[in-house]
């Protein structure tokens, strides 16, 4: 059943944000910050392993590059469309909304919790690939992989940010669904390059989720999604 991988990711998300909530109040704070540091840098390297993975090639036993004016134009005219839009903010405002609507006034990191968990799991390769795998052929591998992953990181995250957390399952469940829905619709246009190419700027991504988490950072990764739209306009022109 196509759109089976994304509800189980949205479930997993739902349990493992349960979970962390439980465990909340029995963890000190430097076990939590141990936990946000190491997930982090898990994060990091995901986004790495990712990245490198659409940057570079290796032919005759020789390493070489591809793919970094693509990169380069996906960043910066991403970051442009992005800023202009404010997407970040937007996202900040959703939680807002959503922290007034479940009245958590005493939840002072709803909001942090709310956007940091949403682009931890909405962004990167196995969210791209995985949808577009679950709608094209039905296979749900990938996303089950990373429903596993994704229960164990919304899990850390809801022991340090609280409720917020468990309302990534809205946008991940949207955006999610909503590559798969297009897949299914245009299964005969995408080409295995432009996977790759989606694939490799959400790991750029990732990557800078990573940053933040591990330490601290202040990337506004939020508006830097629309980069994710240069490799669809550069495969048709």
């Known amino acids: ?24 109040t029995g963890l000190k704070r430097r076990f939590r910050d141990i936990l946000m540091q190491a997930c982090g840098i898990a994060t990091i390297f995901l986004g790495i392993s990712g990245a490198l993975a659409g940057l570079l090639k290796v032919e005759n036993g020789a390493v070489s590059t591809q793919n970094t004016m693509l990169l380069i134009f996906s960043l910066v005219l991403g970051g442009l469309a992005g ?9 900040e405002a959703l939680g807002g909304r959503l922290k007034r609507l479940v009245r958590d006034k005493s ?29 094209l052929t039905g296979d749900h591998t990938l996303l089950f992989s ?17 409720l917020g957390v468990m309302f990534s399952a809205l ?8 590559i798969t829905l297009a897949a299914a619709l245009v299964a005969g246009f ?17 990557f800078c989720v990573g940053l933040n988490v591990a330490f601290n950072a202040k990337i506004r990764v939020g508006n830097l999604l629309p980069a994710l739209l240069v490799p669809v306009l550069w495969a048709l022109f």
Not at 113 to 125: E, K, M, Q
């Open 1 to 24: 059943m196509k759109g089976l991988g994304t509800l189980v990711n949205v479930l997993a998300v739902l349990a493992g944000s349960g979970l962390g909530m439980l465990i909340k």
């Open 83 to 91: 800023e202009a839009l404010n997407i970040e903010a937007g996202m």
């Open 107 to 135: 939840d002072s990191r709803f909001v942090d919790g709310f956007v940091t968990a949403s682009l931890v799991i909405c962004v990167g390769a196995m969210a791209i690939v995985g949808s577009i795998q679950d709608g």
């Open 146 to 162: 990373k429903s596993l992953l994704d229960f164990v990181i919304v899990m850390v995250f809801a022991a340090t940010f609280g």
């Open 171 to 178: 946008p991940l469940g949207i955006l999610q669904g909503g």
């Open 190 to 206: 995408l080409s295995e390059a432009l996977i790759s190419d989606l694939s490799c700027v959400g790991s750029v991504l990732i």
